[in-house]
């Protein structure tokens, strides 16, 4: 017997959701850095197995909306209840266990089995640990309370164990050799994102949206021009950088990471362009994939 399903991936930002997802699907498909609102797309990474599939679905950490584009992030999370046959909601040893109780309200209706995952317990003691897991089990007592540490893998086979066995019998919902549902155009755009969220401060990265103009992948090597499109003319200017250096930096560090991803030498150009307000408008948003209502 085959058995197949979705296991969405949802919480608040910056609890680790990323990082567990690339662990347990074994490839790094999820950019994970250590700034907020990091992933902005539903991301499926897919593990195959000969009797198995499990469709893992990396989702925008849950926050309260301040412009169109965070309305965007917030549906794909919602939409991540929907269609779940096994949830895991990411929650760390920091953050209070009332946070963003809206949602965890929605998550406490839903009628599929679901995994509070306790993450960076390796920061935290036994004591905070047990009252944690305490008051994470009086919020969703049907839920059941695993503590881990993604950073550590700590507990990570246990979570797949009980993910495997949660999952329905079902044939493969895509074919046996797929590692994800997004193109390869959609990682370049993704790791470059990540160059500029590590390379620049404040509001800079958030006000950033990559976009693909050629992949050309020949046997040995991929050409690829990029733009990275920007709110305002002074971003473009801090983007760019004194005679170029900042954008040659991100260039040369996200060049690096895609030979690394495609195992392929990698010719890379960006350009970067403004597009006014783009975060706030409904056509630029639907233009660059996001889903709005």
Same mark, same amino acid.
Request: glycine share 4%.
């Given at each position: ?7 969405? #991936? ?60 965070? $309305? ?43 995994? *509070? ?15 944690q897991v305490e008051e994470w089990h009086a919020l969703l007592p049907n839920a059941e309370i695993i503590p881990i540490s993604a950073k550590a893998k700590f507990n990570i086979d246990a979570v797949m164990k ?40 404040? $509001?800079?990265?958030?006000?950033? $949206?990559? *976009? ?11 050409? #690829? ?13 801090? #983007? ?27 010719y890379l150009e960006i350009y970067v362009k403004v597009d006014k307000d783009w975060r706030s408008s409904d056509k630029e948003l639907k233009n660059f994939g996001y889903q709005l209502e």
């Amino acid at each position: 017997m085959h058995k197949a399903g979705f296991v969405n #991936i949802v919480g608040n930002p910056n609890v680790g959701k990323s990082t567990l997802m690339n662990l347990l699907v074994g490839e790094r498909i999820s950019i994970a850095t250590f700034k907020a609102q990091t992933t902005r797309h539903r991301i499926m990474g897919i593990l195959n197995t000969d009797d198995m599939q499990i469709v893992f679905s990396d989702t925008p950490g849950v926050l309260k909306p301040n412009y169109k584009l965070q $309305e965007s992030m917030l549906n794909f999370s919602e939409s991540a209840l929907v269609d779940a046959d096994v949830l895991l909601y990411v929650t760390d040893t920091m953050e209070k266990v009332d946070k963003n109780a809206d949602f965890i309200g929605k998550v406490r209706n839903i009628t599929v089995p679901v995994l *509070v995952l306790i993450n960076k317990i390796d920061l935290s003691n036994q004591e905070t640990l047990v009252k944690q897991v305490e008051e994470w089990h009086a919020l969703l007592p049907n839920a059941e309370i695993i503590p881990i540490s993604a950073k550590a893998k700590f507990n990570i086979d246990a979570v797949m164990k009980r993910i495997k066995d949660l999952l329905p019998d079902s044939p493969p919902y895509f074919g046996k050799d797929q590692l994800t549902d997004k193109p390869a155009r959609f990682f370049v755009t993704e790791i470059i994102r990540e160059k500029i969220l590590l390379y620049y401060d404040k $509001e800079i990265p958030y006000a950033v $949206e990559v *976009v693909v103009e050629q992949f050309k992948e020949e046997r040995r090597n991929i050409h #690829i021009n990029a733009v990275v499109y920007v709110e305002r003319e002074s971003q473009k200017g801090i #983007i760019i950088g004194h005679k170029g250096v900042a954008l040659k930096k991100v260039a040369s560090e996200a060049r690096k990471a895609l030979e690394r991803f495609f195992q392929k030498s990698i010719y890379l150009e960006i350009y970067v362009k403004v597009d006014k307000d783009w975060r706030s408008s409904d056509k630029e948003l639907k233009n660059f994939g996001y889903q709005l209502e």
